[in-house]
């Protein structure tokens, strides 16, 4: 369920989906497991902000202060003016609700500001679900739900692209959806039912994208097609509802391959579309932007800049002045040698100014952003862009980490609080030191967080660099001293010596930590590493041995490849890894120089399996299965015992004991009946309580989670687009 390659960004090829659409009257009621007394909890978010790929934003045109924003993979979001801060609209869909945390696309209805609608679907696989139409008469506050019989496709290829979904202005009880593989859907009771748009002209395609875009121009609709070959045409539009026709002059030729995002100026009645030669955000090389006067049917480029040479890029975001005619700001995308960049006419287009030259960027609220250098890029991935209908100076734009704006056109800062959408992969809580919380991330790497409600002060983790972590460890009796493994430019493995302030690269790696850096281990007094190399594509390696802090390291033969290495919490002698594919426990006694198979015939074929360590304790093991549920190990892996309290396990960590308890509090993502949630127990896992509840799920949480070995009940749990959550007694 998570997105393959080095980075959560990976995006999958396109298959086709049947068209017919189930209703639904709104999401089903989640129960409280049986025979449990769920306390009370606060749930609030580990600040880091954005981190990811904001697909789309829009002002609503009628309300002042008013905004939405979707992410790929993290849901959407409501701009609170007052609070100046962005509100979460989506974190009650829960684990079989997944698939339905990438947006692909939002509408408003101009004249019913408390109306708002989400078309939801993060993948258009074979395996993944199908995607589905809420619909809020309050702000998102509450919704109904509407399950398709097609597939969305919000983190794949073509996902910063225009919105896909539209109120028909002329009656709004109609509403539009454009989907990537089965044609233009319609619905005349305000996304309740849908069925097929008759006379749409778009031919679906079991790999295209289908309908880029839906925009109103007046009482006219307009709808751009992804699947043109750049010769034969690629936008509709339709005057009653029904008669759809290729509109007559449009652009053809590879800078006008797609269409990307389209704005209507209603003042000079003239309608801006941009263009590349691919949907993007990665892959464009060509592209341009072109006005329609939709009274004459003239059609006139307005290209700020052409590409060309080794300047190559796409056009992606366009929004209109709502104030002042003529006044456009259009962006570049996947500008990867000029940088991208935000252009803005004051004339309809005869002339273009770009703002990155005179951009001002203060990044200090999230310091990351500078991703190690002295000072942040202006942006890349820009495809979500809009000007405020009520402030002209006041411009947002998206980018691959996070949500600039400006009220001046000078100086610009991430106007991001209250957003996060990190796919988060590691955890720690340190039992001592500075930060409560150390995390390892997809694209930004590792972040110390010296605070749970600001964003880290030293940005990601450098020297060097990663995109995305693979691994993160900390000695057990020797806190200060913790290692991180990821994907990078400048080295793959790294260690550090004050808790994970500051860091040095090791001295070595072998040739194999380039393209497959996997997870590490320390053991508990920090003299032995083990580092265990797996490629994205699945591809399992021998694991590495250090004993001189990545000075040499020597191949392991008996460790099982792939294996993830987990070291003994007391005995620095000890290190376990649980084969998945045989379902064998190994173990080595001799610092991870051999090791040894134990306890076998356990469940096996599935390389999410997960085995964590009781801290404090030798030979203490936990085996979270999934839906083969949790075993125990008391005596260091040579027998697993299955716990009767627990269905299902996906992910398993431990925080300070209750007063009074001998034991470590356990912290589950799992089911101890029917439904998966959020659990904790006191007493060794002979009974559990659910500490989440029903507007707090986060879609896939089955990652990682730990307790706060500090704070009895505080809990953090890895989300997969929403960044990391943590709970505490309230």
């Not at 003239?298 to 002045?321: A, I, L, N, Q």
């Not at 040739?511 to 590490?520: M, N, T």
């Not at 694991?543 to 008996?558: C, F, K, L, Q, V």
């Amino acid at each position: 369920m998570r997105a393959s390659g080095p980075s959560r960004r990976a995006v999958l090829s396109a298959t086709a989906a049947a068209a017919a659409v189930t209703v639904v009257p709104a999401f089903p009621a989640v129960a409280v497991a049986a025979g449990s007394a769920a306390p009370s909890y606060r749930w609030r978010q580990v600040v880091i902000g954005g981190t990811g790929f904001v697909t789309g934003v829009l002002f609503h045109p009628s309300v002042r202060g008013l905004a939405y924003a979707r992410t790929d993979i993290g849901g959407a979001y409501r701009w609170d003016d007052r609070s100046a801060r962005w509100i979460p609209l989506n974190d009650d869909l829960g684990w079989d609700d997944w698939n339905l945390l990438g947006v692909e696309a939002m509408a408003v209805d101009p004249a019913h500001p408390d109306r708002v609608y989400l078309a939801l679907g993060t993948y258009a696989q074979p395996w993944a679900g199908n995607g589905a139409v809420l619909r809020s008469e309050n702000r998102g506050a509450t919704w109904a739900r509407t399950d398709l019989a097609v597939k969305l496709g919000g983190n794949e290829d073509g996902r910063g692209t225009g919105e896909r979904l539209l109120v028909d202005p002329r009656d709004s009880d109609t509403l539009w959806l454009g989907t990537r593989h089965d044609g233009l859907l319609k619905s005349t009771d305000r996304g309740a039912t849908w069925a097929a748009a008759s006379g749409f002209p778009g031919t679906p395609s079991g790999s295209g994208q289908g309908v880029t875009l839906l925009v109103a121009a007046g009482r006219v609709l307009y709808a751009g097609w992804g699947d043109s070959d750049g010769t034969s045409a690629n936008l509709y539009r339709t005057s009653d509802g029904t008669t759809w026709e290729a509109v007559p002059g449009q652009p053809s030729g590879t800078n006008a391959k797609v269409p990307i995002r389209a704005a209507y100026d209603c003042h000079t009645r003239e309608l801006y579309v941009t263009y590349a030669d691919a949907p993007g955000p990665n892959g464009q090389s060509d592209g341009s932007v072109h006005k329609l006067a939709v009274a004459s049917g003239t059609w006139t480029e307005v290209t700020p800049v052409k590409p060309g040479g080794s300047d190559t890029f796409g056009y992606g975001g366009v929004s209109v002045d709502a104030r002042r005619p003529g006044t456009v700001v259009v962006s570049t995308n996947n500008r990867w040698s000029a940088v991208d960049t935000l252009y803005r006419t004051t004339n309809g287009g005869r002339t273009w100014t770009s703002l990155k030259d005179s951009a001002v960027l203060d990044v200090s609220e999230t310091p990351f952003l500078t991703f190690g250098a002295d000072a942040p890029k202006f942006g890349w991935w820009i495809q979500a862009l809009a000007v405020d209908p009520y402030d002209s100076r006041h411009i947002v734009y998206g980018t691959g980490a996070t949500l600039y704006g400006t009220r001046d056109l000078e100086h610009w800062a991430p106007q991001i609080r209250g957003l996060e959408e990190t796919s988060v992969r590691q955890l720690i809580s340190p039992p001592t030191g500075e930060a409560h919380l150390l995390s390892g991330l997809g694209d930004i790497g590792v972040m110390y967080h010296e605070r749970l409600t600001a964003s880290p002060s030293r940005g990601m983790a450098s020297n060097p660099v990663f995109g995305t972590a693979t691994g993160l460890a900390q000695a057990a009796a020797k806190p200060s001293y913790v290692v991180r493994t990821g994907f990078g430019d400048h080295g793959n493995g790294a260690f550090s010596r004050d808790g994970g302030r500051t860091w040095a690269p090791f001295a070595t790696q072998p040739d194999l930590a380039k393209d497959a850096p996997g997870p590490i281990a320390v053991n508990s007094d920090g003299s032995v590493l083990l580092w265990t190399f797996v490629h994205w594509d699945g591809t399992k390696y021998p694991a590495h041995r250090s004993t001189d802090n990545g000075a040499t390291w020597a191949e392991i033969p008996s460790f099982p490849k792939g294996a993830t290495p987990v070291a003994d919490p007391a005995d620095p002698a000890r290190f376990y890894a649980y084969d998945t594919d045989t379902g064998t426990l190994y173990a080595s006694t001799d610092s991870g120089l051999t090791f040894t198979a134990r306890a076998s015939g356990l469940p096996s074929g599935d390389t999410q399996f997960e085995l964590v360590a009781a801290p404090g304790r030798t030979g203490d093991l936990w085996l979270s299965a999934k839906a083969n549920g949790l075993r125990r190990s008391t005596d260091g892996g040579a027998s697993f015992t299955e716990v009767a309290t627990c269905s299902a396990s996906h992910t398993l960590g431990f925080g300070r004991a209750a007063e009074g308890a001998g034991y470590p509090a356990l912290y589950m993502v799992g089911s101890t009946g029917t439904i998966t949630a959020v659990y904790r127990s006191d007493d060794e896992a002979a009974s559990w309580v659910r500490i989440n509840d029903d507007r707090h799920q986060w879609g896939w949480t089955g990652e990682t989670i730990t307790g706060d070995p500090r704070v009895y009940g505080r809990v953090y749990i890895a989300t997969n687009g929403r960044g990391i959550q943590y709970g505490e007694p309230a």
